[in-house]
């Protein structure tokens, strides 16, 4: 089987395998001596864990744990056999820890059933579990068989592993005094897979990794051969080719368990809210730093939301939030000259981040006092405009404040506008999210979050609103709503809008990239969309009254971000986004995914001038 070298490079990233062929870095090796657990939960069900002891551990040099659990493998199997690097960065392994990797149930070599963001559940019995007892019953016997520990625990992930970490705070367990959530999920329904509840079609080649149960114990994937081959460069054909989104469905994933919940399940009905972990995280009382990036196109909003909700409901927890100009996981690797996409941000980012922030913050609540706080920031922000690093006691920011920018006449102000502006939407010719094509055989999207969007002005199918020439700095730092009032002739639309940064004509980077045009660069800030039909609840859609002025506001998620004097600020609107997206046939259907060719329906669109983007803005 052959599988696009890209794809194979991202999932092997993913499944924590990307190990050198030649191991010349034999650190771990050399001062860690690794065992092999099938660790018991409540319940009978057994996890396979590896464990890294130091070797100069003693009775009188104890180490405290550091833990990770995932769904994506923790290879190499068999106690002779050693990652070459162990733990959240090398500085951390280089101070040692007893680290700790886990398969969750249902993955690789533990026992039990895999489930995608497994509920929490109500314990009436000793033997209900969910991830929070998993995690509790792993510290538990940790604690009592391995050693010399020094009684205290640590947990980190990145992406799902974010996830287990997150949800691992509810574990309540004495011990556990630091976790680090990195690019956390907290509900599917605005995370990775949705987005609103809209299907977020450029995670279509991944499925395989999280719908196929394995019947036995595994040390390799078991779901290789359900990838999809590619069969062209132009990753746009392959979309073009496979109509639409049941269609897709039907050809590749019938029997895939994920793809099934996610067509059958159109609403945030039941299956999806028990999915949901943010209204569990109550009474967390020890130190959390949640870690993100703002160019994450997978997992946004899972950081932003679980420090918010931490920060409401917590407060006894030492509750930090950090978000830095990084794709997904992008902190965990150093770049030297760091950029997303075409844009530049500065040098060695990851590496403070590691070294100034990260291991500060292990290292304080696991080595050292854990009733005082680490003296990290609140809130350490990037800012993607000034690019530099931002410190804030509070988030959002106290001092800023709630600035509303008018979409009105192909322009963006500060009043109130007269009128509408409209746009003609087909679904049967979308908007693109990307001119580059190769990006659409990618495993999962990634540099649209900073891409450049001339491409799209102009398309009568767009609506483009901008600032006249800034003659200050101005800076967004906190939450972006955008409260839309619209007209369609149709009953069912999808609204994208993105928030750019538009560069003057003369604009010279300090890096660049070859080949690329600088001058009048729209540089995308943030985005988001939103089916109309949950404008009022996202329980059950509802359909639009043609030709009826209907209010449609939603988050588009939060950024800290200087527009420069000189440059400009821009909206973009329209109601497809392909394929990033899937299609809305802009025809009311109880479920859409089941969408056919034949229910795509043309539509005129107004936007009224009383629209606005509503932003938190320093003062």
């Known amino acids: 089987m ?60 104890k180490y405290p744990f550091l833990m990770q659990r995932t769904c994506y493998s923790i290879a190499p199997y068999g106690e002779s056999e050693y990652k070459t690097k162990v733990g959240p960065n090398t500085y951390l392994m280089k101070d040692k820890y007893i680290f700790v990797y886990q398969d969750v149930r249902g993955r690789y070599m533990s026992e039990g059933t895999f489930t995608n963001m497994t509920p929490q559940v109500e314990r009436k019995t000793k033997k209900d579990v969910d991830e929070s007892t998993d995690t509790y019953d792993t510290i538990e016997w940790l604690l009592k068989n391995v050693k010399d ?44 897979f949705l987005h609103n509840g809209r299907f977020m079609l450029g995670y279509f080649r991944t499925f395989p990794v999280f719908g196929v149960q ?70 967390i009382n020890h130190a959390v730093m949640t870690v993100g990036g703002w160019f994450d196109a997978e997992d946004l909003s899972g950081p932003l939301n679980i420090y918010k909700t931490i920060e409401k409901t917590s407060p006894k927890a030492k509750n930090t939030i950090v978000m830095g100009p990084f794709s997904h996981g992008g902190w965990s690797q150093e770049q030297g000259k760091h950029f997303h996409s075409e844009t530049y941000f500065g040098d060695s980012i990851a590496t403070y981040y590691q070294k100034n922030i990260e291991t500060r913050f292990f290292n304080h609540y696991l080595k050292g006092n854990t009733k005082e706080d680490a003296g990290l920031p609140e809130a350490l922000m990037y800012d993607t405009g000034a690019k530099a690093w931002k410190e804030f006691a509070s988030y959002p920011p106290k001092n800023a404040q709630k600035v509303n920018f008018y979409l009105s006449d ?23 999210s990307s001119d580059h094509l190769k990006d659409f055989n990618g495993f999962t999207p990634k540099n649209y979050m900073s891409e450049d969007q001339r491409f799209a002005v102009g398309r009568p ?62 540089q995308m800030v943030r985005s988001e969309i939103m089916p109309a039909r949950f404008r009022n609840t996202k329980e059950k859609g509802e359909a639009l009254v043609p030709n009826q002025k209907t209010a449609v506001n939603f988050r588009l998620q939060d950024v800290v971000h200087t527009f420069k004097k000189g440059h400009k600020i821009q909206i973009q609107i329209s109601s497809t986004w392909f394929p990033l997206f ?9 479920n859409p995914n089941f969408a056919s060719k034949e229910d795509y329906t043309k539509a005129f669109i107004k936007v009224y001038g009383d629209s606005s983007i509503e932003a938190d803005v320093l003062k």
């Open 2 to 61: 052959k599988i696009h070298i890209s794809v194979l490079c991202i999932l092997f990233f993913i499944l924590g395998k990307a190990q050198k062929t030649e191991q010349k870095d034999t650190f771990v090796k050399d001062n860690f001596t690794k065992k092999e657990f099938y660790i018991p939960m409540r319940d009978g069900v057994k996890l396979f864990t590896a464990v890294y002891i130091p070797k100069d551990i003693s009775n009188k040099n």
């Open 149 to 192: 520990n020094n009684g205290k625990v640590g947990q980190f992930g990145t992406s799902y592993p974010g996830f287990y970490t997150a949800v691992g705070t509810l574990s309540q367990h004495p011990a556990l005094v630091a976790s680090s959530p990195q690019a956390p999920i907290s509900d599917f329904w605005n995370d990775d």
């Open 214 to 283: 394995k019947t036995q114990p595994e040390k390799q994937a078991w779901y290789m051969d359900s990838f999809i081959k590619q069969t062209s460069e132009d990753g746009l054909k392959f979309y073009r080719d496979m109509g639409t989104l049941k269609d897709g469905y039907e050809k590749y994933y019938k029997n895939n368990f994920f793809m099934t919940e996610i067509m059958n399940h159109t609403n945030y009905d039941e299956f999806w809210q028990k999915r949901g972990l943010l209204p569990h995280l109550k009474n």
């Open 410 to 432: 192909k322009t963006l102000k500060k009043s109130s506008g007269q009128g509408y502006s409209e746009y003609y939407s087909d679904p049967n010719n979308p908007v693109l």
């Open 461 to 522: 199918d767009v609506l483009t609103f901008t600032t006249d020439v800034l003659t200050d700095d101005i800076t967004f730092a906190g939450e972006i709503v955008a409260k839309l009032n619209i007209a369609s002739t149709s009953t069912d639309a999808d609204f994208a809008v993105k928030l750019i940064d538009v560069y003057p004509e003369d604009f010279k980077p300090a890096e660049k990239k070859e080949g690329v045009i600088y001058g009048n660069y729209h």
């Open 582 to 590: 899937a299609i809305n046939p802009q025809k009311f259907m109880d």
